[in-house]
């Protein structure tokens, strides 16, 4: 189930009172600390101060730096509170002032009778805007929890989903034990970020849990050591268990790319039909080897239809010549 997550101005002023070199502080509308951020764009004030308050985005921090204080100071007092009012009825989630200037009266004023927060910083209007738009790019990312396992496969983050009591868990344990680690089991979540990069990861209450059917919950990391689990890995390759069905005409060569699409990211994928007799753990291994040299541009099955197709050309031209015959050897080498 895919969500858009939001963040409060009481926890935007927890986390970045804690940001190396953010330091926030709270000086008035501290009745709208409910209020919440909704896009990690930090907005300028810019245009809305001059009259243009419908240039002001709904959701988005507004940033007070030197020219805005400077232009504020600049209008008559009535002038404030007007230009201030305009932007205040907006939906504006806290302003936050930078370079440790003293904001105007009028503008706590307005933040305090509209329940807007005003921060405070003393970092630079640059420094603040890189620092918030990176808290806001980590909480604020697209979401979505997937019913599945992550694990860290020789470097290369590898979801495993299919059916309720498929085997997941059993095929995770098995990759674990032969020193593959651990992100997630049964519920994984997966944040968005650049657009096409997927991180996933395990809510903290089941961190280092996994479910085995008659077992029950175990500890990896108090099992199998501290190496045994990691929190946090790229998604990168899906391998999907199905169901063994003897009428459906499965993949034999691999000549054809299948992907997953998640958060709208299309992730390559393999589909793994589960069987009696078979080895799933080692099987997702050498699947996720295949992708691995894949990634690096060796595609088996395509290397072999090449020489296949090379091989019927030569036949077609006719037998080759002594010389000829070296030059191929050559060339296969």
Request: negative net charge; glycine residues 8%; aromatic residues 4%.
């Amino acid at each position: 189930m895919a969500y858009t997550p939001s963040l409060t101005i009481g926890a935007l002023l927890a986390r970045g009172s804690g940001f190396a070199g953010l330091e926030l502080r709270l000086v008035a509308g501290e009745h709208g600390l409910e209020r919440r951020v909704l896009h990690p764009a930090i907005q300028k004030t810019g245009l809305s101060l001059a009259g243009m308050a419908d240039f002001v985005h709904a959701g988005r921090v507004l940033i007070f730096g030197d020219s805005e204080v400077q232009y504020l100071s600049s209008l008559p007092p009535s002038a404030r509170r007007r230009t201030l009012d305009a932007i205040f009825q907006h939906d504006v989630p806290c302003v936050l002032v930078t370079n440790g200037l003293e904001p105007p009266a009028e503008l706590l004023d307005a933040g305090q009778a509209s329940n807007v927060p005003i921060l405070l910083t003393s970092a630079t209007t640059a420094a603040a805007i890189t620092k918030i738009t990176a808290l806001l790019d980590d909480r604020l990312a697209p979401r979505e929890v997937v019913h599945g396992v992550l694990l860290d496969i020789l470097g290369l983050g590898t979801l495993i989903v299919g059916d309720s009591g498929i085997g997941k868990s059993e095929c995770a344990l098995d990759l674990v034990v032969s020193g593959h680690r651990l992100v997630a089991d049964d519920a994984v979540e997966v944040r968005r970020r650049a657009e096409s990069v997927l991180i996933g990861s395990c809510p903290e209450l089941t961190r280092h849990h996994m479910e085995i059917r008659g077992i029950g919950l175990i500890n990896i990391r108090d099992m199998f050591g501290v190496a045994s689990t990691r929190r946090s890995k790229r998604v990168e390759f899906v391998v999907q268990l199905e169901r063994w069905d003897p009428g459906h005409d499965y993949e034999r060569l691999g000549l054809d790319d299948a992907f997953y699409e998640l958060l709208g990211v299309a992730i390559p994928m393999v589909r793994m039909p589960v069987a009696p007799g078979r080895n799933l753990a080692v099987l997702v291994e050498v699947a996720a080897r295949n992708q691995l040299l894949r990634v690096r541009g060796q595609h088996a099955a395509r290397a072999l239809v090449a020489r296949a197709d090379r091989r019927i050309l030569d036949a077609e031209a006719g037998p080759l010549h002594e010389d000829d015959e070296d030059d191929e050897q050559d060339l296969e080498r």
